[in-house]
Every structure is written in C-alpha cells, then in structure tokens.
C-alpha cells in the first residue's frame, strides 16, 4: 500500500478548492467586480425577487463566473444564481 497516495487525496481536493477559489477571484478582478459591488447586486437581486417568492437565503448562492459564448466559444463573465425558493407570494 503506496501511503503516499493515500495522503495526496486529500490535497487533490484541497488543491481542487483552492484552484476554484484562485478562479473565482480572478475573474471578479478581470471583469472590475469587488466584492462590494457584488454585495450590493446580491441585495437588489434578493429585493426584487422576494416581492414574488420567499427565499431561503441559506442557500443563497450568487456568483461571477467566466462561461462560454454560444456564437464563438470565447470566454465572457457570467452572474450565476442559484436561489432556493420557500414558497410563492399570492398577489
């Protein structure tokens, strides 16, 4: 049994995380998105959704992310949103 291995898992995904968190900082630089900035667009989003639904903000996952464009597979930012919904609002 190679011990070796069995402690490079664990970095692998270490290793794994920290380049995802490397990416994600990089592409809020390169597109001039601070954290601020985010935050606010966090609050507007979350104001205007919430007239219609309640949300669970726990699971609240809102991002800026490099994505592929459908016309020439070039790289262009992207605000991902994952929102859990509670329940809808009757109007």
Do not use: Q, W
């Amino acid at each position: 049994m190679d011990l070796f291995k069995l402690f490079s898992r664990e970095d692998a995904s270490s290793k794994n995380v920290a380049k995802e968190r490397l990416k994600l900082v990089l592409v809020h630089d390169r597109t001039n998105c601070s954290s601020n900035f985010l935050e606010m667009l966090k609050g507007d989003l979350l104001s205007v959704i919430s007239d219609y639904v309640e949300i669970d903000e726990d699971g609240l996952d809102i991002r800026i992310t490099k994505t592929k464009k459908n016309t020439d597979d070039s790289m262009v930012p992207a605000l991902i949103a994952n929102i859990p919904i509670k329940k809808m609002k009757s109007r």
